[in-house]
């Protein structure tokens, strides 16, 4: 059996949004290969640095967009491209990810052992093996008004805290509000359930979307501390950081139209002035701190 596992007649297969990552495509899908996973279907957003050649190498399908489709468009292209299987788990990445031995398996594991669970996502390690917080809650409004202000100045306040489940047992396995995109397997029949991601969001928040409107939807939502993933972050953001900072706030935007409802619709007029200030502050520390401060890229 494979490191990816099959239970009945479920499987896995792998799509990964790609944009000019060569350099990081190959160690992503060597250790998709590795982890046993033999559909993988890479959607190119409009690469011009030779990854098709890396994808041909490595057996993967390539599906060519033409265009910078976004994160979630060119994800849902994907899940297309593999058919509607309702047995079928989709593992959706990034291309500078890495999954660790035994990672697939342990995702596997616990949407089998967890049939409420429409999306799993995995433990993601920076580089340097610290934590990267990928799994976090839905903030409340003073929350996402005190994350928002402070997270770029004062990132360990108490609002941000809250909101990245920094004071959080990130060592057992739990159900959260929502987990990164970077790197998740969802079930398939969950995926359908809800249309995938919203092609409204062209980077950034489709994955708080997609987790919010599961939950709506009946669904949950499961964070696996077994599943260890490696994340360089921002490979193909990094390359036009001022319009995917814009594309940032923008998406923040709208979800914040998206989720707020009853009396919370009244202070949208002061989310949005504040999104427009934060994002003047994150260009100006962009510009100021190109790799982020003592080379760290701020994180969202």
Same mark, same amino acid.
């Given at each position: ?17 790609? @944009? ?63 058919? +509607? ?12 990810? /890495? ?9 596997? /594991?616990?949407? /089998? ?21 990928? =799994? ?26 809250? @909101?990245?489940?920094?004071? $959080? ?5 739990? +159900? ?9 397997? =969802?079930?398939?029949?969950? $995926? ?54 814009? =594309? ?7 979800? =914040? ?7 919370? +619709? ?35």
């Amino acid at each position: 059996m494979s490191d990816a596992g099959h239970h009945g007649a479920h499987h896995v297969a792998a799509v990964v949004v790609n @944009y000019k990552s060569r350099r990081h495509l190959e160690g992503c899908l060597a250790s998709l290969a590795a982890a046993g996973v033999a559909r993988v279907v890479v959607v190119d957003n409009g690469s011009d640095d030779g990854s098709d050649a890396v994808a041909a190498a490595a057996g993967a399908t390539w599906c060519p967009t033409g265009a910078n489709l976004g994160y979630g468009r060119a994800a849902n292209r994907g899940a297309d491209v593999l058919g +509607r299987d309702g047995g079928l788990h989709l593992l959706i990445c990034n291309p500078d990810i /890495e999954v660790a031995p035994g990672a697939v398996a342990a995702l596997v /594991e616990a949407l /089998e052992r967890d049939p409420a669970l429409g999306v799993v996502g995995p433990r993601l390690h920076n580089p340097d093996g610290s934590l990267y917080p990928s =799994a976090r809650t839905f903030p409340n409004l003073l929350d996402a008004v005190g994350h928002g202000a402070l997270g770029l100045i004062a990132p360990r306040n108490r609002f941000t805290r809250r @909101y990245r489940l920094l004071d $959080w047992d990130h060592s057992e396995p739990a +159900r959260v509000d929502w987990v990164s995109g970077a790197c998740f397997l =969802a079930r398939r029949s969950a $995926w359908d359930a809800v249309g995938g991601f919203d092609p409204a969001f062209f980077m950034y928040m489709e994955d708080v979307d997609l987790c919010w409107r599961l939950g709506r939807a009946g669904w949950a939502v499961g964070y696996e501390p077994a599943a260890v993933v490696v994340h360089t972050q921002g490979v193909s953001a990094d390359q036009h950081p001022y319009r995917m900072l814009a =594309a940032h706030h923008r998406s923040m935007w709208l979800f =914040a139209r998206r989720s707020s409802a009853g009396p919370r +619709r009244l202070a949208l007029p002061v989310v949005g002035v504040g999104l427009v200030a934060r994002l003047a502050v994150a260009s100006a520390r962009r510009f100021a701190f190109p790799a982020g401060p003592r080379g760290r890229r701020p994180l969202a």
